[in-house]
């Protein structure tokens, strides 16, 4: 059976029917990961050594990516490999699991995005990383996945902000049937998106629309002692200046906020694409790290244009919201 070896020195074995990622997860090795449909690019790997077959389309990587790069996610080795990234242990120890959930709380903070509020079983063991995501079951089995928007609460409630979608069929439900105390059941956590902490001199998070879920429960969980000598940008970019609904001000935590505005006729603020916006900071890439989340294109333009200006790649974090079909 092919072996894979990772950077770190970490090895584990992988049959032909199982992705590289599977079968990391089933050897309780954590990779980089968030859609694992080949979609938003996240585990991406450069390939030291070896052959792989592909097990289904990698999309993120058409005309994309140049070099020798997979997608953990579809491929599986067809001799023994090496790549060019480390499992993130400080995640291995959080099993997703299923639990039962019901409705607590349905506020609308946009004209389309409804923040719905989960109440767990008292029981429930329910832990997670700032930034990750669960997969939402409704009665009839059918499962979306939507970041969490909230830092751990003692009361064990999960917040979740949903953009709505058309002709979607979960959209439907939540937007114009669901009622307090509906009984759903969720799996998680799922994906790797959280806060690393590596020191660097600017902590930039960057989002679009419903992006700002994981974001703000990320920076709910930090406080002064964690960015300790880092500066924090939040730039958050929708089209008209509704459809920025969490002000940031509530955050105890020093930051500077930066709107972006595409549509807005009056607006007098950054306008345009929230990666652009960045660019005019001038910040110093090189001594950056970004926390981006939200549309597939803004990832990966964000990521080809930060690179191309000083950003070293593995300072760039993402996750890419990708719809179900």
Not at 52 to 69: K, S
Not at 285 to 298: D, F, P
Request: proline share 5%; aromatic share 8%; net charge negative.
């Amino acid at each position: 059976m092919p072996k894979v070896t990772l950077s770190n020195g970490v090895s584990f074995d992988c049959p032909p029917e199982l992705s590289i990622l599977d079968s990391a997860k089933k050897h309780g090795i954590t990779l980089e990961y968030s859609c694992d449909n080949g979609r938003c690019g996240v585990c991406v790997a450069p390939i030291l050594d070896g052959e792989t077959l592909v097990l289904q389309y990698e999309e993120a990587l058409a005309g994309e990516l140049a070099g020798d790069v997979i997608l953990t996610c579809c491929r599986t080795p067809i001799t023994d490999i090496t790549l060019a990234i480390e499992d993130l242990s400080h995640l291995g120890s959080l099993k997703a699991v299923t639990l039962p959930c019901r409705i607590d709380d349905l506020t609308l903070l946009a004209r389309d995005v409804l923040e719905l509020t989960l109440r767990l079983p008292p029981a429930a063991d329910f832990q997670y990383y700032p930034g990750q995501y669960i997969n939402l079951i409704a009665k009839d089995g059918i499962r979306r996945s939507y970041s969490i928007a909230n830092a751990a609460r003692k009361n064990k409630e999960v917040t979740l902000q949903i953009k709505f979608v058309n002709d979607g069929v979960m959209s439907d439900y939540l937007f114009n049937q669901a009622a307090v105390n509906d009984l759903l059941r969720f799996e998680g956590p799922l994906g790797t998106f959280s806060f690393r902490g590596n020191g660097s001199k600017n902590l930039i998070f960057m989002a679009t629309g419903t992006g700002i879920a994981p974001v703000k429960a990320i920076l709910e969980s930090l406080d002064s002692q964690n960015i300790k000598g880092s500066n924090v940008y939040v730039i958050w970019g929708g089209r008209y200046l509704k459809d920025l609904y969490w002000d940031p001000s509530q955050l105890a935590l020093p930051h500077r906020y930066v709107p972006v505005l595409s549509q807005e006729q009056d607006w007098q603020g950054f306008k345009g694409h929230v990666q652009n916006a960045l660019m005019s900071l001038e910040l110093d890439l090189a001594a950056s790290t970004v926390y981006a989340c939200g549309s597939e294109l803004m990832i990966k333009e964000s990521m080809q244009l930060l690179a191309d200006n000083g950003l070293p790649k593995n300072q760039f974090y993402s996750d890419a919201f990708v719809t179900s079909n």
